[in-house]
């Protein structure tokens, strides 16, 4: 079922570009500062269709993306034609020797296998170079976005960010992590939208996928915060980054 999730966003790779949220530039920013020298060049690894890419874009430094996925890649390149973009996995980056200043995941770390992806993140960064894995999670603080997200079950794998021990790694000094405030503008049908983009829900039974979807529905319509028009969803964007020994 891991490998299926995993590989099951390809095929909704335009409605992903759409609906899937950005990052906070403070969070990009605090990924950087972890390493022991400035950051030029960075490698968004498992880049999807570009939302952590353009991100990194906007910061003025040089971007580099690999992605597994064909379609994912295509959107990527069609969204950011000037950016450089790889076809590879994170077990076999095809990338040189010490070629970046930073790696960059976002929404990913947790589909790796981490001790080939961690071996070939330390290969590809110089010494002194930081990994930053990000995630985009509903804020628990605030009661309706925490109870539309146990409605679905389809909140973002915290497998990684709940068993801290597997982000320490040969090679790396040990972890450090933050949390930025972030937000999503949504309506009731473009947050329905967005997490049909969760792996969780992209292999679900599509009778399964329906009936939750209304459920859904029925408690954002429900809702005062969210019954009529636009809303901000609440995040909070989780960072860990590790620096390169």
Do not use: C
């Not at 580099?64 to 077990?91: F, I, Q, S």
Request: aromatic share 6%; net charge negative.
């Amino acid at each position: 079922m891991h490998a299926r999730r995993a590989s099951s966003f390809g095929g909704q790779a335009a409605a992903y570009a759409e609906h899937r949220p950005d990052y906070p530039r403070t969070a990009l920013e605090w990924g950087m500062a972890g390493a022991g020298h400035q950051v030029r060049d960075v490698l968004d690894l498992a880049a999807g269709t570009g939302k952590l890419t353009a991100g990194l874009v906007a910061t003025g430094r040089t971007v580099t993306a690999v992605e597994p996925d064909a379609e994912m890649l295509a959107e990527l390149t069609r969204l950011l034609p000037d950016v450089p973009a790889r076809l590879g996995r994170a077990e076999d980056i095809p990338l040189p020797d010490g070629s970046v200043d930073a790696v960059f995941v976002g929404q990913a770390l947790h589909w790796f296998d981490l001790p080939a992806a961690f071996a070939e993140i330390h290969r590809v960064l110089r010494p002194g170079g930081v990994l930053a894995a990000l995630w985009n999670h509903q804020d628990e603080s605030v009661a309706w976005a925490n109870e539309f997200s146990r409605l679905l079950h389809a909140g973002v794998n915290r497998g990684v960010t709940d068993g801290e021990q597997h982000l320490n790694a040969a090679g790396f000094e040990p972890f450090e992590k933050s949390e930025f405030p972030h937000s999503h503008r949504r309506t009731t049908d473009s947050l329905l939208a967005t997490v049909s983009t969760h792996s969780a829900l992209l292999v679900a039974e599509p009778a399964d996928r329906a009936q939750l979807l209304a459920r859904a529905r029925a408690y954002l319509d429900a809702v005062p915060e969210t019954a009529s028009g636009e809303f901000d969803y609440p995040l909070r964007t989780i960072v860990a980054r590790l620096r390169r020994s």
